[in-house]
């Protein structure tokens, strides 16, 4: 089994920073990528940040020169500060890891979700 849970969550005045983590555990062969999303209410969710083993990312445009995305492979671990936060940056925001299992393939196992508050 794999377990995926996220923490540092919270309510932030606008400008503010928060800085999430995420730590993957269990039966863990190759973790190929860890991404956080976010669910806003009446919402879809949407792809906030990814960051692969070799340490490339990718960002949603609404959050390029605000987020970083940073992982401690060692630690199987993905960490997402949030600078300079909005009203619209308010959310769920989920953990997922997409993990290689020999003779399985890809799964993409996600975690419970961390709520971001960020007040005007």
């Known amino acids: 089994q794999v377990q995926v849970v996220e923490s540092g969550g919270g309510l932030v005045q606008a400008g503010g920073s928060l800085r999430l983590s995420c730590a993957a555990s269990g039966s863990i062969f190759r973790i190929v990528t860890m991404d956080w999303y976010r669910q806003a209410p009446e919402k879809e969710r949407e792809l906030v940040a990814g960051?692969?083993?070799?340490?490339?990312?990718n960002y949603a445009n609404s959050v390029k020169g605000r987020f970083t995305i940073s992982r401690d492979n060692g630690k199987n671990t993905v960490y997402l500060q949030m600078n300079s936060l909005k009203p619209e940056d308010t959310a769920v925001y989920y953990c997922?890891?997409?993990?290689?299992?020999?003779?399985?393939?890809?799964?993409?196992?996600w975690g419970q979700g961390t709520q971001v508050t960020v007040s005007s």
């Open positions: 960051i692969t083993s070799g340490g490339s990312t």
């Open positions: 997922s890891a997409d993990l290689f299992r020999p003779g399985v393939g890809n799964l993409r196992y």
